[in-house]
């Protein structure tokens, strides 16, 4: 096979660029190769490890800024069923604060809490939703919608962080964090059932 040297290289690229600058007689503009990219962070994770003790950080956020905004959501939902299902999640979440302590000890890691952007936006958003209803069951139809957007947030955490506590050997991590995506899988399908079995029911015929 005929390899193409480094002349016929050349002359090719050669006749390339005159070809474009013969069509035109603007040039255009430079893009940089690194445009979009994002910089790492002084404190950037390098590897999997220093991932999952960020994601517990931010964990570790998300449940206490939760332990402070659910007996908002309580006080504002009508149907004792709701504010009772609220209300066992606050102790749950209580529970799961301490357990993540327990992961950052059974990592050898400080314990530290680093703002979840995410829960942040989503209890905002709890709070716009909860303006935008009429107290009643509509409100707490709401309710229910802005609470298992959270869960399904937290679930998606703690499964994401527990696949990697496995690969990593950590498992007295692994068994903290899944004992938690339990909790959160189960508060997730209690409000589902709350919700078809009467909540939105009632939201609709009002
Ligand atoms: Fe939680």
New binding site residues.
Partial sequence: MAKSTSSDKKSAATSKTSSKSAGSTTKAPKKSASAGKIRPEKDAAENLREFLVDGIKD?YW??KA?VKNLPKMAKNATSPKLVQAINK?LQ??ET?VTRLEGAFKALGEKVKAQKCDAMDGLLKEAESIMKETEPGAVRDAAIIAAAQK??HY?IAS?GTMATYAKLLGEKEALNLLKE?LG??KN?DTDLTKLAISEINIKAKNS
Avoid: D, N, R
Wanted: some cysteine.
């Fill in positions: 964990l998300a449940e939760l999640h749950e979440t799961q959270v869960e937290e703690y938690t909790e959160e508060c």
